[in-house]
Structures are given as C-alpha cells and as structure tokens.
C-alpha cells in the first residue's frame, strides 16, 4: 500500500508562489508516475500535471503551462509542484496521485491519492 501526503498549501496573494510537495511512505512511488489534480467546491478533480517516473517526462494542463512546474526527487520519495503567479482561479485543495500502470490526465485511472493540501489565491 502507497501512502501519499501532500503538504505545502497556504494563503497567497495572487502573483505569490508556492511549491507542494508529495511524499511517499515507500520507495515505490519512485516507480511510478505521479501527477497533480485540484478540486474547487462543487466540482471534480481537474488535471493539473504529471511526471514520469525517471523524472524525464512531465505534462501540463494549458491552464498551468509556464506558470507551474512539477519535479521529482526519488531519493527523497518526493514530487514537487512549484506554483508561480498564482491567481484567483487556482484556488482549490491540490491532491497528488500515483499509480504503477498509468501515467494520464484521467483522475479515475489513478489507484492511490493523498489527502489534499488547500491552496487559496485572494487578494
């Protein structure tokens, strides 16, 4: 069983920056990819990053594209979402999501999932 905890979540300002982290309790999740995924109230998870396992590969909502970036350190069992220029709209509880055979934009395909980070953007 893979436990995922996220962690780094706060109140910013919009144009401030933030960067998440996800750690794994075992050295599997160095194995698998790993995205992120974000839930505003009243509305399903949204895609919003994934990187391969080696690290080489990542993937980004166009609604992110330049503006976030997300990396890996496997020694450490960790993914990381570093956020810049947030804005209003990037409110929501962030969730990291891994699974062994799965690498895509679907959130129902991924097996395993943290318990979410809140992150509020407001002036």
């Known amino acids: 069983q893979v436990q995922l905890v996220e962690s780094g979540g706060g109140y910013v300002r919009p144009g401030d920056s933030l960067r998440l982290s996800c750690a794994a309790s075992e050295h599997t999740n160095s194995r698998y990819p790993t995205a992120w995924f974000r839930q505003a109230p009243g509305k399903e998870p949204e895609f919003v990053a994934v990187i391969s396992w080696s690290g080489q590969s990542t993937y980004y909502s166009d609604s992110v594209k330049g503006r976030f970036t997300i990396s890996r350190d496997n020694a450490k069992n960790t993914v990381y979402l570093q956020m810049n220029s947030l804005k209003p709209e990037d409110t929501a509880v962030y969730y990291c999501?891994?699974?062994?055979?799965?690498?895509?934009?679907?959130?129902?395909?991924?097996?395993?999932w943290g318990q979410g980070t809140q992150v509020t953007v407001s002036p």
């Open positions: 999501a891994a699974d062994s055979s799965y690498e895509g934009t679907v959130y129902r395909n991924y097996r395993y």
